[in-house]
C-alpha cells in the first residue's frame, strides 16, 4: 500500500511540476513589445482630462507620427508622414505647410513640434462677438444635413443661457421639416421664432424676422437657410439676397458661419468653397465632430478656406456646441 501511495504522491507531483514549467513557457513565448521611453506631452495631458469631448479621441496622431520617426520606418520619415497626415484628412495644402514647418524646425521630438505647428496653422481663438448694441443677425449657411438647424438649436440655447434674447427665422422653406424642426428648438430654448408656410420666399421670412426682432427688442436673429432650392434661383444667388433683404430690413449680419459636416472630409472643403464665393462666410461650425476619428479636417479647413472655426458641434443635444479651443483640439487630435 504504502508503495503505491509513494508512487501517486510522486505522479501527482511530476504533473504539477509539468504544468508549472509549461505555463512559464507559454509566458515567455507570448511576444513582450517593450517600447522605448514613451514621453507623455503636456498636450497628451491635457487631451485625457478634457474627456472625450471634441471628437477625434480615437485618431491617435501621436502614436503613428513617432512610429514615422521611429527606428522601424524605413527611411523616408517625411513621406510617411505625410502619408499619415493626409490619411488623418488634413488635406493636400495644409499637409505641404506643415511638413514646411517641421522641416525647417529641425532636430526635436516631432509630436511637440507638430503641435507646435498644429497651433501655428489654427491660430488664436475666434469667438463670436455678439455684444454689439442692437440686433445682431447671425445667417446660418451650408448644405442640407450638415446640422444647420441642430446647431442653431443649440447657440440659441446656449445664448438664451446667457441671458440674451434671441430670434430664428424658419428661412430654409425648402426642406420638409426644417420648419417643424426650428420649431422644436425654440420651444426647448425659450427663442421666438419667425416662420412661414412651406415653399415661401426666404428673402420674405428673413426680412419679417428682422422687422419682429427689432420691434421686440431681441439681441440675437438666428436665421436657417436652405441648402437647397426650390426656386429657379439658384442657391447661392438666393443666400446673397437674403443677406441683402436683411440689411434692407435694418439689420447687421454680424456673422455668416458656414456649418460644415466633420464626415465629409475633402469634399465637404470643395462645398464650401461655392458658399465662401456667394456670401462673405465669417468663420466656420464643424459638426459631427463627435463621429470622426479624422480630425485633420479642421486644419485643412483653416488652411484652404482660411476661415476661422467658431464652434464645434460635439453631439446632438442642446448642450452639444463648444466653442473651438485650438491647443485642447491639437492635444485631441495627438492623443
Ligand atoms: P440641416 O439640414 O443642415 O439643417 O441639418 P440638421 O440640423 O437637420 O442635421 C442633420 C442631422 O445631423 C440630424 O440628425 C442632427 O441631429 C445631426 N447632427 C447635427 N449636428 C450634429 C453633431 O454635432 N453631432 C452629431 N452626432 N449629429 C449632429
Known amino acids: 500500500m504504502a508503495p503505491l501511495l509513494v508512487a501517486v504522491a510522486l505522479i501527482v507531483v511530476v504533473v504539477l511540476l509539468a504544468v508549472v514549467f509549461a505555463r512559464r513557457r507559454g509566458g515567455s513565448s507570448t511576444p513582450t513589445f517593450t517600447r522605448g521611453p514613451t514621453r507623455e506631452t503636456p498636450g497628451a495631458r491635457r487631451g485625457a482630462t478634457a474627456g472625450s469631448a471634441g471628437g477625434f479621441g480615437s485618431s491617435g496622431l501621436a502614436a503613428r507620427v513617432r512610429a514615422a520617426f521611429g527606428p522601424g520606418s524605413d527611411g523616408d520619415h517625411w513621406a510617411a508622414l505625410e502619408d499619415v497626415l493626409l490619411k488623418a484628412d488634413v488635406g493636400p495644402r495644409a499637409t505641404a505647410d506643415l511638413l514646411h514647418r517641421l522641416r525647417a524646425r529641425g532636430d526635436g521630438d516631432p509630436v511637440d513640434l507638430l503641435r507646435d505647428e498644429i ?5 488664436p481663438e475666434h469667438q463670436v462677438d ?19 438647424t441642430t446647431t442653431i438649436g443649440k447657440l440659441a440655447a446656449q445664448l438664451v443661457r446667457e441671458g440674451k434674447r434671441v430670434s430664428l427665422a424658419a428661412a430654409d422653406t425648402f426642406r420638409a421639416a426644417a420648419g417643424e424642426q426650428l420649431e422644436v428648438w425654440a420651444q426647448r430654448s425659450g427663442a421666438q421664432l419667425v416662420s ?10 428673413a426680412f419679417d424676422a428682422v422687422t419682429s426682432a427689432t420691434a421686440r427688442q431681441v439681441d440675437v436673429l438666428l436665421v436657417d437657410t436652405a441648402g437647397r432650392l426650390h426656386t429657379k434661383e ?15 430690413a435694418g439689420g447687421t ?37 463627435d463621429g470622426s476619428a479624422r480630425g485633420g479636417i479642421v486644419l485643412a479647413v483653416r488652411e484652404e478656406l482660411d476661415l476661422p472655426i467658431r464652434y464645434v458641434g460635439v453631439g446632438e443635444g442642446p448642450d452639444d456646441l463648444q466653442p473651438f479651443d485650438p491647443a485642447a483640439f491639437a492635444d485631441r487630435l495627438l492623443a
Not at 412661414?196 to 421670412?205: E, F, K, L, N, Y
Not at 439658384?234 to 434692407?248: F, G, T, Y
Open 119 to 123: 497651433l501655428a496653422v489654427l491660430g
Open 196 to 205: 412661414q408656410d412651406r415653399g415661401a420666399d426666404p428673402s420674405a421670412v
Open 130 to 148: 455678439l455684444d454689439a448694441p442692437g440686433l445682431d443677425v447671425i445667417l446660418v449657411v451650408g448644405v442640407n444635413g450638415s446640422g444647420k
Open 253 to 289: 449680419v454680424t456673422e455668416t458661419l458656414l456649418v460644415l459636416d466633420a464626415q465629409t472630409g475633402q469634399n465637404g472643403i470643395a462645398q464650401a468653397r461655392a458658399f465662401t464665393d456667394a456670401v462673405d462666410v465669417t468663420g466656420v461650425i464643424l459638426t459631427k465632430t
Open 234 to 248: 439658384p442657391l447661392m444667388q438666393e443666400l446673397a439676397k437674403v443677406k441683402r433683404v436683411i440689411e434692407k
